[in-house]
């Protein structure tokens, strides 16, 4: 990867990206960074956040771009967001999630001070961080058999990654509690009309809508867009700078709770939650001392504190 202090715009092909696309059509002066992660849904991972950070730095760098295309590979993902294969990785101290999620803000803020338009082209489902993408793009344009959904509170996390700061301005209070609580999917011709995405298309027509959209947004002039763009996003970076920043360290403390890694865990054996469990384990029931019969123990503590004995995975209590 090229120097990143370099202020100088790099040559698409010498970039040597290893999970995103860059590519540049100077004739319609449009770049268009693509997740390619295909086999993961895309993902995204630290390397991901880390070349998608650089590769909006370069397009808000170069003159000959004047629109920026994101999107995912494939047909069946626009972005899924965070990679659990990673983050079941990431649990044994807080730090590791909390350096991922200053990675994730880089990337967002990147793409939301780019200077120019941005549309994201929703190719298959956005979910969680996925959605979180696509609304810090200007405008989107979404393919009429994908889907929007958040799963955060089903998969131990809170999407305060740009869900819950700027939903609420998109959709409205109320919708944008339905869409984060009940973690539903949502078509697209809802999402259209309570104003998550731009436009619907069928999927032979995404790339020709994306081509129209771009087009317009080309012929529009680069300062007063880019001023533009400052005051629109006025509300978003208000709110985003209030929250950002304690999500960070609330999601970080977080990542070693034990309904995140049962969580993490539910995923990766195809299963629910045990949430029962959880909420028995969080009120201190089940938690037995098996040495000095001690009850009501936390669901957090390894030891027993009447005895300091060392207490059995509270899974084996159900």
Same mark, same amino acid.
């Given at each position: ?53 650089? =590769?909006? &730095? $370069? %397009?808000?760098?170069?003159?000959? +771009?004047?629109? @920026? /295309?994101?999107?995912?590979?494939? *047909?069946? #993902? ?108 949502? =078509?697209? &011709? $809802? %999402?259209?009309?309570?104003?998550? +995405?731009?436009? @619907? /298309?069928?999927?032979?027509?995404? *790339?020709? #809508? ?109």
């Amino acid at each position: 990867m090229p120097d990143p202090g370099s202020p100088v715009p790099s040559d698409p092909a010498s970039l040597g990206y290893e999970r995103i696309t860059y590519e540049r059509d100077v004739e319609r002066a449009v770049a268009t960074v693509t997740v390619n992660r295909p086999e993961v849904l895309n993902a995204l991972d630290l390397p991901t956040l880390k070349e998608l950070s650089h =590769a909006f &730095e $370069q %397009a808000s760098w170069d003159d000959t +771009v004047a629109v @920026v /295309v994101v999107t995912g590979a494939g *047909d069946r #993902a626009f972005c899924t967001g965070a990679d659990l294969d990673e983050q079941s990785l990431m649990g044994a101290t807080s730090g590791q999630y909390w350096r991922w999620m200053g990675a994730f803000i880089e990337m967002h803020d990147r793409l939301r001070h780019i200077g120019k338009p941005t549309v994201a082209r929703i190719n298959g489902v956005a979910v969680g961080g996925g959605n979180e993408l696509q609304m810090a793009c200007d405008l989107s344009i979404i393919v009429d058999d994908a889907y929007i959904r958040h799963v955060g509170p089903e998969h131990g996390s809170v999407p305060a990654g740009g869900a819950t700061q700027w939903l609420p301005i998109m959709v409205g209070d109320r919708r944008a509690r339905e869409i984060i609580m009940l973690c539903e999917p949502i =078509a697209p &011709e $809802q %999402a259209l009309d309570w104003g998550l +995405v731009t436009r @619907v /298309v069928p999927r032979a027509e995404l *790339d020709a #809508a994306v081509a129209d959209m771009t087009a317009k947004l080309a012929r529009k002039l680069p300062e007063a867009m880019r001023y533009t763009k400052t005051h629109l996003n006025w509300w978003r970076d208000l709110v985003w700078s209030q929250t950002i920043e304690h999500a960070r360290d609330w999601l970080a403390v977080h990542s070693v709770a034990d309904e995140t890694k049962e969580a993490v865990s539910a995923f990766h054996d195809k299963r629910k939650p045990r949430f029962r469990e959880l909420r028995r384990l969080e009120a201190g029931e089940g938690r037995t001392c098996p040495s000095c019969g001690a009850t009501g123990l936390p669901a957090a503590h390894r030891y027993c504190g009447v005895c300091a004995v060392e207490l059995p995975d509270p899974w084996t209590l159900e």
